[in-house]
């Protein structure tokens, strides 16, 4: 089945099966391997990605039913050489070690602070539910997302800006050189 598919502003049309999922998409089919698997049972939120502005794992959605929306990786965050707000909070605050589950804990940070601006550590802790870290007691993730959301306050600074510009990559086997 083919699907178009807007990911980290590039719109792609592809040739999916109907039951591949959308982590294997983006990872296998266009290189986005910022997005991890984790478990592949919906359980470590390791997958997570936004889909139309809405966090979502990645693991427990089919791939076609990405057809026609707006998919962001944690690659799609950084503009210009810079990090986003969120990612330079938990470089900043050591909020990782061995860096498996952070994309996912920083897509579900942006949503929460999408829906809370300024949230207190509990609020934090509630709205990461769904994305484990197994080396770390949480602490310096906690500080992260709170330090995200006074970087991401009105007056803090510049926003990041959205990537208005789409264009239409077309990935059918003409396209990538191979034969009919």
């Known amino acids: 089945m083919r699907i178009t598919v807007t990911v ?6 592809d040739e999916v099966e109907p039951r ?18 984790g478990c592949d049972t919906s359980n470590c939120g390791a997958c997570t990605v936004h889909l139309d502005g809405h966090s979502v794992k990645s693991c427990s959605v089919l791939a076609v039913q990405a057809n026609g929306r707006e998919v962001t990786t944690v690659e799609g965050l950084a503009r210009d050489g810079r ?6 909070a938990f470089h900043d605050n050591h909020a990782l070690q061995c860096g498996f589950c952070t994309p996912g804990m920083i897509m579900q940070a ?15 802790r509630h709205g990461l539910e769904g994305n484990l870290c197994r080396c770390t007691g ?11 959301a006074k970087r991401m306050s ?10 208005d510009e789409q264009r239409l990559v077309d990935r059918t086997p003409q396209h990538l050189g191979g034969g009919e």
């Open 110 to 124: 942006l949503d929460l602070l999408a829906d809370d601006p300024d949230p207190d550590d509990d609020a934090v």
């Open 8 to 13: 980290d502003g590039v719109s792609y049309s």
């Open 20 to 37: 591949a999922l959308l982590v294997h998409h983006l990872r296998d089919t266009l290189g986005k391997t910022g997005t991890v698997v």
């Open 138 to 148: 949480y602490q310096n993730i906690v500080k992260a997302v709170r330090d995200a």
């Open 154 to 163: 009105p007056g803090a600074g510049p926003e990041v800006e959205r990537v």
């Open 83 to 88: 990090l986003h707000p969120v990612q330079q």
